[in-house]
Structure formats: C-alpha cells, structure tokens
C-alpha cells in the first residue's frame, strides 16, 4: 500500500478547470427512415446551438426533445458501457454517447446514419436479432468438465491477463457491422462474436476451445476475415479485436491456446 | 392482443433478473420481459466490486460484513435481511465464478480484495479487503457472466417488451376460521416496442426486478431507462413503497456530468481535496476519513462547497485526488473511470485532480419484501406469487444509507431466492384466471398520452421536474423545500394531463414510451417527497436541516407509502410505518 497522502497540498492554479462552457452551432443530419410512412429513407437537418461538453447523443435528444419527437434511436447509460447507441457518425462506427461533438468537424453537416448490414427497423434503430444469433451460436459461456471445486477455481494473474482484452465487449454491434465482409455476407459470425469466442477460448477455466475453434473453422467462420482492421477502429472499447480474430486463427492451425 | 402463458415471469433483466430467470429457468418455465435488451441494463455501470467475507487477503467474517451494513444503512437496516445477504455473499460471489465470471486474482491465484467505504474490520477498527472485483468493470463482468448463463440454459427473452401493469386479483381465503380478502398475482401487461402492440402474460408467479428511479434528479449516475416503473406499476395497483425518502447521493460523479466514478478510487488509495488543497474528509470522519459511507462523505463535500472551499471558477466542485498513485497501479485497477475523466472533462487523472460532486444513484427503498424476496401488501400479508429484487425492492438491507458493492450483492443474493421462491411457487400453484379485458387500463393509458393534443411538452416537464428534485429534494432538505417541491410537483402532474406525443406510429414509438416514463417518474417524486416531508429527524441519506439530529423515538421505524387519493395534504400519498427488526445489534451513535 502507498504511504498516506498529504494532509494538505498547494494546487496548481485553474485546476479542475470549468466555469463558462462554450457553445458552438452545428448541423445535424440524421437518415430517416419509417416503413409506416415511406419505404424510402431520406435525411432531416437541423441547425442546433450546442455545449462544449455535449455529445452527438446529446444533439439526438436536443432533436427529439425539442424538435420532432418522432426521431428515433436506443440509448440508455449515455455514457458508454451498455452499447445502445452505436450508430454511423461521419462514416464511422461510434457510440453517440462517447463521441464529444467538439471533436468532429463542425463547419459541416454531422452525419448520423444507422450501423450498417443490419435491417433497419426505424431511423437509427436496426435489427440486432442476427447478431446476437452468431453470439450465441460461439457457445458464449464457461463450459467446465470435471468436479466443481468447493471455493474459487484458481487462476494465475497470467492466466486472467490472457483474455481480458475481449472481456471488456459490450456487444454494441460496432465492430461487426463496420466489417465490409458483413456487409455482403450476413452469414459470416463476424467480429463480435469471434472476439466473445475469444473470451472464453483463452480462459485457463475453460474446456470447450476446441469446439468453439471447430465452429469457427467453418466457411463462414474467422477464415472470411480479411484483415482490414475495421474492426479495431470501431471498438468503442478499445478492444483490439483483429489482434483477438488472428490469435483465433492460429489456435484452429496449431490447435494450441 | 396476444396472450402467453408461463410459470414464472420476469420483468427486468438486470442483474436480479437474470440471476432469478438462472435459477427459474431451470426448474418453472420462464420468461423475462425487458424494455431494453439484457446486457443494456444498468447493473453493467457497476464498478467498484461486490463484499463478501472470503478472508482472501486479510481476516474477515460475515457477522463483520452484517456489522458494517447494519450500521452504515443507520441502523434501519432490517438485521435478519442483512445477516443473510452477508452470510451468503460468500456463495453468490463462488456462483459468478464458477459461472466464469473475471475476477482479479491475488498471487495465489485466489479472487482479490480490495477495500470500500464502511467495510471494517471488527466493527469498525479499520478498513477491510472485502471487495470482490474485476478492475472497475464488476458490474459489467457481473452482467455479461449472467446473459452467457442465460444462453447457457435458453432462458426464453422477450427484448423490448415494457411491462406496464400487473394483473392482480382479489380472492376470499379462509385462514382458521377468518375469511379475509387476498390479492393474487395473475399476470402482466406489457407493450411491445417494435409493433406497438399490447401482449398479455398469465403467469403463476411474478418477478419485479426493473431497477431503480434515479432519472426524478437532473444529475444523476443513472440510465436514461431509470424511471421507475416497476415501483410505480405496484404503487398504482396499491402495493405500498417501503423508505422511499431514502435516496443515495454517490459522492464522486463527474462534475456538472453525474457520471459515476467509482468508490473503488478512493479503495485504491484517492482522496479528496477541497479548494484550499486539504483531505477535508480528516475533519468529519477521523478514522476511516474518505472511506466512509457514502451519505457522510456526500453531505461532508455538500458542506465544504457551501462554505467557500469548492474548487474551480464556480466554486461548486471538490476534487478527486489519484495524482500520488502510480499510473501503472491505475490502469491495472480503475482503467475505465480514467478513461471517463478524459474523455468527458478532458482532465488527466495521473497528473490532475478531477472535479467530482454528489450525483444521484440509489434508491435504498421500494416495493417492500421479506427475506424470501415475498412482496407484502402491508407491514406482513404475502401476496402470493408476487416477488421482487435488486433495486426495485426494499427487503431492507440498505436501511437508510447502501454501503458500496452491497447492491451488486442484493441483486446476486436476492434476484437468486426470488428465482427459487417463484419456481418453487409455480411448481405447486394454479394459475389464477386473467381478468376480463386485462388491458383496459393500459390502452387509457396509451390513448390518453397518444392522442391528447394540449401542447405540453414530455421533455420540458421532465426537465422541471429534475430541476426541482435536484434543488429541493437532495443532500439537504427542510420542511420548507419539501412541501415547494410537492407543490411544482402537483402542477407538473396537471400539465402531463395536456401532453402532446408527436409520433402518432405504432413502431418503435419511443416518444410516446418517454411519456408514458414521466408519468412514473412524476408518481415517484411525489412519493419520495411527501415521505421525506413525513421523517422528522435526520437518517443515513436523509438529512433534514430543520431536524439534524436522529430520533430513535419517534423514527426508528420504515415508512411505508400507499396510494391514497383521501390524503389530500400529501399530494395521494398516505404515510404509515413498519417496525425495523432487530436481532443482534442495538442501535449506537454512528461515527466513523
């Protein structure tokens, strides 16, 4: 344990910072779609005065709050861990609720579309039940042979450091639907669901890496990856997920985790 | 309207819910109704860890951990309810393991632990590794672990389905010759988001596990999705609301933000410094200092920024201090509540303090169970069928004030007996015959908030509403702004009447779904207010400055709020009490 702080410290002047907060305007065009009305999609802009510490979720509500309230997208803990709001954001995969709306480029139209290679349903708002059909089919969840101990299994801090990477996924959809072999192949289980794999095939506790590994060596297992690094760029979370995928190739070759 | 029929149903999938449908699932058939999907559900914002007495890294005992959480909640913690969580934290956490959950791991290879504020050792000597933990993401790790059991064992989902009422009714039951009136559970209601179409669940027993309320407050650590409705659903059906004065101010939410930033930063070693530089927590708790529970530490910063010691330009923030750890050791053990300070305040917590103030993030009151997660419709008539856990219940183990990480515990321990209570239930009940035209209520309910046309705003009620609640209904409260703050509520009640929902569709009418929240909301303001001006004296979270002290006299009992549109003066809520049971430990004066 670290010896007991200071009683008392000077502060650097200005710290913590705050007091007035900027505020900015933007344009913000969101893709509309609603199969009630019209089968065919078209954008809505709107011009918004806005804070420096807002987000583009923040700019979704200000619309839906004060504007149209028939806008629609998912969102719940607004700040990056439940994974509703992935969306499109300037061509990107984010989540509306991280991206900080002082950080895009504000002299033009934001771009809000929904995330690609998924039904959409209603404006932002897709069909998440194939993606989490490919979750499932991974067998996502410790499958463990032999006698339950009593206590805790043990597990080296090595061992944990070996997959925690892709536990931190919180199944958003980002990385999946920024792959572009998603996109024209919706068969293929796609990264989020290899990275849940990935999860569970590197856990010392676990017992079922080789059918996970025998799933995934399917045709359209981790073999339709094609390294383009989507993936990685999407992960709200940082995740390194094409790391994740080729560790999963090299364990269905060499059979060895 | 559709109508399905199951054993048991679940109406919440948080981490009480998935914990119950675990052990459901496997016995009764069962279903869980969402209005998100599961793994969007609050539980996964947890961060700092989950108690339990394993004695990994350092001695320790559940009768300690039943200590700490009797005396943190100020002694209104009902003891039975809280020696059995603690008592069985033990299993709950070896649960999530064998379930594969993450931990971090000690040397040995054993679950690590870590301190939390109010965990002591032999009550109250020093603080203690009780802490069970995967980095600052327990909640997540907790989450995801129950969703991959659910797969495990196909437990049947309904994503996107809100449940809006529950369908009781009353039957004559003959006890030792008494006949008396009984409430029966029959089943649920529930509105489907996608098509907008209402679909019926008749269900032998019923499982409330949807969470907590903390969307009535402007600044908040709480989802979006927070806004009460399981609570309000049994309020309107007439089932009381157990302590809803008590609400939780978590003491470090980003400044001006309300994003949480866990205990466990003060766990690892942070402090808090005011704007003269000073640990001011040595001033109001000597002996744990910023390891104290969490309503002393709130209500210690409330105090340093309202006489001048606030920090920043506005003087209306304390700082978090984690500038004398090693990087190293912060990125190991609090990675994301960093990343959270980058990216929201753009503050660099290794080599900055980070502006942090109390933002609203528990309910420690709600429906009012027993320790078999039983719902009562009174101080002790069981509702047969009827069960509920996590946040949306009060059983009470948090009295007046949670310690930290015990709410990831109730969820385990109680969402896990109320799963084996409703199963066992159904195994052995019949299923009680659906009222006619069970969705009647709802489509009013619908049809008054789709097709009024009085051009109030959903959002700007809202708004009002957290204002007010945020202003008058917080750290502090008196008389005074207790019964103001029941006033604007009545008024915004009489404008939601002539709101305008301007999505007329049936699809993924999430305008009319924000509506149909604020009506919840606004009934669970009035109830939380109208307790608070009920409890004359100061407990835990609630802390009257027209009656700072205690008063075990008048007020060591729970407070128990029913719908009731005779008590005029309290906006139709009627306020009676509940004996707090005892069993080991007499009430003492709580320092720290």
Not at chain 1, 238 to 256: D, F, N, P, W, Y
Not at chain 2, 83 to 98: C, F, G, S
Not at chain 2, 117 to 133: E, F, L, M, N, Q
Not at chain 2, 478 to 502: K, S
Request: aromatic content about 8%; glycine content about 8%; hydrophobic content about 35%.
């Amino acid at each position: 344990m670290e010896k007991e702080p200071a009683s008392k410290v000077e502060l650097a002047p200005g710290v913590g910072g705050g007091g007035e907060i900027p505020t900015f305007d933007i344009t913000l065009k969101v893709r509309r779609y609603n199969p009630e009305v019209s089968d065919e999609a078209h954008w809505d802009e709107w011009q918004l005065t806005m804070y420096g510490t807002d987000r583009v979720l923040d700019a979704l509500h200000k619309v839906k709050w004060e504007h149209d309230g028939s806008v629609s997208f998912r969102r719940s803990c607004a700040h990056g861990v439940c994974g509703s709001d992935a969306m499109r954001i300037n061509g990107r995969n984010r989540l509306a609720c991280k991206t900080l709306l002082k950080d895009l480029d504000t002299s033009k139209p934001i771009l809000v579309e929904p995330i690609k290679g998924l039904p959409v349903e209603k404006d932002l708002i897709v069909d998440m039940e194939p993606f989490f059909q490919s979750y499932r089919e991974i067998m996502p969840f410790l499958v463990s042979k032999g006698h339950e101990p009593t206590k805790e299994r043990l597990q080296s801090a090595e061992e944990r450091d070996r997959y925690d990477d892709t536990t931190k996924c919180i199944l958003c959809a980002a990385c999946t639907s920024s792959c572009p072999v998603f996109w024209t192949d919706g068969q293929y289980f796609g990264p989020a669901a290899i990275v849940n794999a990935h999860r569970f095939i590197f856990d010392s506790r676990d017992d079922a890496g080789d059918m996970r590994l025998e799933i995934l060596n399917d045709k359209e297992g981790v073999w339709r990856c094609r390294t383009t690094f989507n993936c990685s760029e999407a992960c709200p979370r940082g995740i390194q997920v094409t790391k994740a995928i080729s560790e999963v190739k090299q364990a269905i070759l060499t059979r060895k985790v | 309207m559709q109508v399905h029929k199951y054993d048991v149903v679940i109406v919440g999938a948080g981490g009480a819910g998935m914990r119950a449908a675990i052990e459901s699932g496997q016995r009764a058939r069962t279903a869980v109704l969402t209005k998100l999907y599961p793994t969007r559900s609050h539980t996964g914002a947890a961060q700092g860890g989950m108690c339990a007495a394993l004695a990994n890294v350092e001695e320790d005992n559940w009768e300690w951990h039943t200590f700490d959480t009797v005396k943190g909640g100020d002694y209104l913690v009902d003891q039975d309810a809280a020696e059995v969580m603690a008592k069985e934290a033990i299993e709950a956490v070896l649960d999530l393991e064998k379930m594969g959950l993450p931990f971090n791991r000690t040397p040995e290879g054993r679950i690590d632990q870590r301190r939390f504020g109010g965990h002591t050792r032999d009550h109250g000597k020093a603080p203690v590794r009780r802490s069970c933990y995967a980095a600052d993401r327990t909640g997540h790790m907790i989450l995801q672990t129950l969703y991959q059991n659910c797969v495990k064992h196909n437990v049947e989902f309904y994503n996107e389905y809100y449940v809006l009422d529950l369908l009781m009714v009353d039957q004559e039951v003959t006890e030792d010759g008494v006949t008396r009136i009984q409430k029966r559970v029959a089943g649920v209601v529930s509105y489907d988001l996608a098509s907008g179409e209402l679909h019926v669940f008749q269900a032998k027993s019923v499982v409330f596990a949807s969470g907590g309320v903390g969307k009535v407050y402007k600044t908040t650590s709480n989802a979006h999705t927070l806004t009460g409705d399981g609570m309000g659903i049994a309020f309107r059906r007439g089932i009381p609301l157990e302590d809803m004065e008590f609400f939780q101010f978590h003491p470090t939410g980003l400044a001006g933000l309300g994003i949480l930033l866990s205990e466990a930063a003060r766990g690892e070693g942070a402090i808090l410094r005011n704007s003269e530089g000073e640990r001011f927590m040595e001033r109001y708790a000597p002996t744990i200092k910023d390891l104290a529970p969490r309503d002393i530490v709130a209500r210690s910063m409330a105090n340093e920024v309202r006489e001048g010691r606030g920090a920043g330009p506005n003087k209306d923030y304390v700082l978090l201090d984690l500038t004398h750890l090693e990087p190293a050791h912060i990125d190991a053990k609090l990675p994301d509540i960093t990343e959270f300070a980058r990216t929201y305040l753009g503050v660099e917590p290794y080599t900055e303090p980070v502006p942090v103030f109390p933002t609203a993030h528990y309910a420690m009151g709600g429906i009012p169970t027993n320790i078999k997660a039983e719902v009562l419709s009174d101080n002790d008539t069981v509702v047969p069928g009827l069960y509920a856990a996590g946040e949306v219940a009060c059983v009470s183990v948090h009295g007046s004030n949670r310690l930290g990480t015990n709410s990831l515990l109730d969820i385990n321990v109680f969402g896990k007996r109320a799963g084996l209570a409703a199963a066992e239930y159904a195994l052995t009940a019949d299923f009680v015959e659906i009222p006619e035209n069970p969705t009647t209520e709802t489509e009013e309910l619908l049809n008054r908030a789709r097709s009024s046309e009085g051009g109030e705003r959903v959002a700007l009620i809202r708004k009002e509403l957290q204002d007010i609640m945020d202003a008058n209904v917080q750290v502090f409260r008196t008389e005074q702004t207790l019964v103001e703050a029941l006033r604007v509520i009545d008024t915004l009640e009489e404008r939601y009447t002539r709101i305008t929902v301007q999505d007329k569709g049936k699809r993924f009418n999430l305008d009319l779904l924000e509506a149909v929240e604020l009506g919840f909301l606004l009934d669970m303001a009035k109830v939380m207010t109208a307790a608070a001006l009920h409890r004359k004296e100061s407990r835990g979270g609630h802390f009257r400055e027209d009656y700072p002290e205690r008063d075990d006299e008048n007020f060591m009992t729970h407070s128990m709020a029913y719908k009731d549109p005779r008590a005029t003066e309290t906006s139709g809520v009627r306020l009676e009490t509940k004996p707090v049971i005892f069993t080991r430990y007499q009430p003492m004066e709580r320092k720290y």
